[in-house]
Nanobody, 114 residues
Framework: VQLVESGGGLVQAGGSLRLSCAASGSGFSMWPMAWYRQAPGEQRELVAGITSGESTNVADSVKGRFTISRDNAKNTVYLQMSSLKPEDTAVYYC?????????WGQGTQVTVSS
């Protein structure tokens, strides 16, 4: 299983970005997927998750601003981020857990300027 994130970058406060995570390996449609983030000096935190049945949950800090979705035909999970704030600045990681094994992508940097 390999996870490759893309779509990060520098954006002004109030702007939007869409992150993508492309997964390799068979069975993607059955995997729960999640986005985490880690700011400098902070612990990694869960941002949003989506199940194989496409039920979603998002952290309170991003509720109403971030949306997670998946495209099983493309083996890709997305994180649509809107109304970005400087405190959203972090490295964003894609994650899945399959049969007890945890997989991470390499991360993509999101920087929000004020």
């Amino acid at each position: 299983v390999q996870l490759v994130e893309s779509g990060g970058g520098l954006v002004q406060a109030g702007g939007s970005l869409r992150l993508s995570c492309a997964a390799s390996g068979s069975g993607f449609s059955m995997w729960p997927m999640a986005w985490y983030r880690q700011a400098p000096g902070e612990q990694r935190e869960l941002v949003a998750g989506i199940t194989s049945g496409e039920s979603t949950n998002v952290a309170d800090s991003v509720k109403g601003r971030f949306t997670i979705s998946r495209d099983n035909a493309k083996n890709t999970v997305y994180l649509q981020m809107s109304s970005l704030k400087p405190e959203d600045t972090a490295v964003y990681y894609c994650n899945t857990v399959i049969y007890g094994y945890t997989y991470w992508g390499q991360g993509t940097q999101v920087t929000v300027s004020s």
